[in-house]
Structure formats: C-alpha cells, structure tokens
C-alpha cells in the first residue's frame, strides 16, 4: 500500500512524494515455519511474525505522461525492513552431499556492511502505468494498472502488479 501526492507539470511530467508499507508473505511463512535461520539466530521474530514481514519507507517520483500510458521511477528509502538481513543470509547459505554422502552446510553470509546497507535502506522502482482515461482529460477521477520492478539499490527483487485511484484537486 502507498499513499502519494505530486505536481504535474506541462501534463507530461508529474513529480511527487509518498510513503508506502508492504507486507511480504513469503518473510511471514518463513518466520512461521521456523526455518533454520529463525531458529538458530532470530527466534524473536516467532513472537511476532506481521510486525518482521513488514517493511515501510518513503519515496520520491517522477512519472512522465503520455495520456494512456507512463513511465513511472520512485527513488525511496526503507525505513523499516527487519527481515533483509534474514534474507541476506538465506541467499548466502546453501548445502550438499559429498560422494560419500556427508551433508555440508556452506554458509557464505560475507560482510553485512558495504552494499547489504546500500540494498537494506535504498529501494527504487521502474515501470510502466496505464491509465483508464487519457491524463490529457484533466479527469477528477483516473484508474490506473500498472507494472513494475522494484529493486535494492538498483538489485532486482521482484515484480508488481498494481492497481489504484488518482485524485486531481486542481
């Protein structure tokens, strides 16, 4: 969910700001099921499964119009985003069998400073938007769907579908 206000200027070019909270199921699943890294180094995230599979930040856009279809960029800043770490390290662990069938467990986490901060704080998003009424139409009222990318300092790590409302009050 994201709430945002902005200018348009010339209508090919609006400029705003906004704050979004996302929820991330698979965080949440993760947490509920207890795996490995929940369990050896971040039982507290049991006691409240929500509040770790949650992230909130703030973000600036620039979206350029061409009536029925956009070009939207949000540059943004994760405020709250407790599982990254979490994440970091399942990408970084893995696990396989010799030949003489030994299980071996590597767990590569690296550095959590450097580019984990970079991708833990900054987020951005790239996509296109279509909008139900041409924006030429200076419409009270627009829907729109759209797609995106959205990224950890410039690290894709997922897509978007969306859909909502724009309110014009001039």
């Given at each position: 969910m994201a709430v945002s206000g902005g200018k348009t200027y010339n209508n090919t070019l609006k400029i705003g700001v906004g704050i979004y909270g996302r929820y991330y199921r698979h965080y949440h699943n993760y947490i509920n099921n207890n795996e490995f890294l929940i369990e050896t180094e971040y039982p507290r995230f049991r006691k409240n499964p929500?509040?770790?599979?949650?992230?909130?930040?703030?973000f600036a856009s620039a979206e350029i119009l061409m009536n029925h279809i956009s070009i939207i960029a949000n540059l943004g800043v994760n405020v709250y985003k407790p599982f990254y770490e979490v994440e970091r390290k399942v990408g970084a662990y893995y696990e396989y069998y010799t030949p003489e069938g030994k299980k071996v467990v590597v767990s590569d986490y690296g550095d959590l400073d450097g580019d984990y901060t970079l991708k833990k704080y900054i987020s951005s998003r790239l996509g296109l938007r279509f909008y139900i009424l041409g924006t030429k139409a200076h419409k009270k009222w627009n829907a729109f769907a759209s797609a995106t990318i959205n990224a950890n300092a410039g690290q894709a790590d997922?897509?978007?579908f969306s859909i909502g409302i724009i309110r014009n009050f001039l």
């Open positions: 929500d509040k770790y599979a949650s992230a909130f930040g703030a997922f897509n978007e």
